[in-house]
């Protein structure tokens, strides 16, 4: 069982909305900041975003972070094709000591 | 230019030593943490280890603990894993990446590309 769970995949149409969600506890996303990677396939990992809302540098307003007790989400709207990628959500946890990463969740633009 | 260059992945066999090596450029360490976070073939990411800017804080996945060590050369700009007693699940492509120097998963904003270890 993971510390941070997230949905294996989900999938949506061009131009359409998604959302991934990140699910923790108390003593990792309920107490400490949510970051979230981008991978392209035969790639290393992008930020997206850090400290639960904000977006790195140079990523586009379709990508947003939200942050709710011990969950987090990833929002994208307006999918193109090459959103097509798998995405982490990561977090430290205080009573383990040690920095989590979610399984991921591979995204489809049908 | 931020770049990270990690290099040392080979193939190694079981219970072998490999000491792995991050380049940093275009900005300086001293102000980040530095972690390395590896990647099991067709697996998702798995936090490793991570180290404050001036080595106060150093921090290891359970599952590694005993076996691997990370270090830094600040003034060598290099960030180090010396990874001991190696097995088969330790197959991965191992990133080095640039974080925050305290709240170390808040942010992850630069990846090296990565260098592959092997441990057949």
């Known amino acids: 069982q993971s510390v941070l769970t997230q949905p294996p995949s989900v999938s949506a149409a061009p131009g359409q909305k998604v959302t991934i969600s990140c699910s923790g506890s108390?003593?990792?996303?309920?107490?400490?900041?949510v970051s979230w990677y981008q991978q392209l396939p035969g790639t290393a990992p992008k930020l997206l975003i850090y400290?639960?809302?904000k977006r790195g540098s140079g990523i586009p307003d379709r990508f947003s972070g939200s942050k709710s007790g011990s969950s987090a989400t990833l929002g994208i709207t307006g999918l193109q094709t090459g959103d097509e990628a798998d995405y982490y959500c990561?977090?430290?946890?205080?009573?383990?000591?040690?920095?989590?990463f979610g399984g991921g969740t591979t995204l489809t633009v049908l | 230019e931020v770049q990270l260059v990690e290099s040392g992945g080979r193939l190694v066999k079981p219970g072998g030593s490999l000491r792995l090596s991050c380049a940093a450029s275009?900005?300086?360490?001293?102000?980040?943490?530095m972690n390395w976070v590896r990647q099991a073939p067709g697996k998702g990411l798995e936090w490793v280890s991570s180290?404050?800017?001036?080595?106060?804080?150093?921090y290891y996945a359970d599952s590694l603990r005993g076996r691997f060590t990370i270090s830094r050369d600040n003034g060598r700009k290099s960030l180090f894993l010396q990874m001991n007693s190696l097995r088969a699940e330790d197959t991965a492509v191992y990133y080095c990446?640039?974080?925050?120097?305290?709240?170390?998963?808040?942010?992850?904003?630069?990846w090296g590309q990565g260098t592959l270890v092997k441990v057949s």
């Open positions: 990446a640039r974080g925050d120097d305290s709240n170390f998963l808040a942010y992850i904003d630069f």
């Open positions: 275009g900005f300086s360490m001293s102000y980040y943490g």
């Open positions: 180290i404050s800017s001036r080595s106060t804080y150093i």
């Open positions: 108390g003593s990792n996303i309920g107490d400490n900041f």
């Open positions: 400290e639960d809302t």
């Open positions: 990561g977090s430290w946890d205080s009573s383990l000591n040690g920095g989590f």
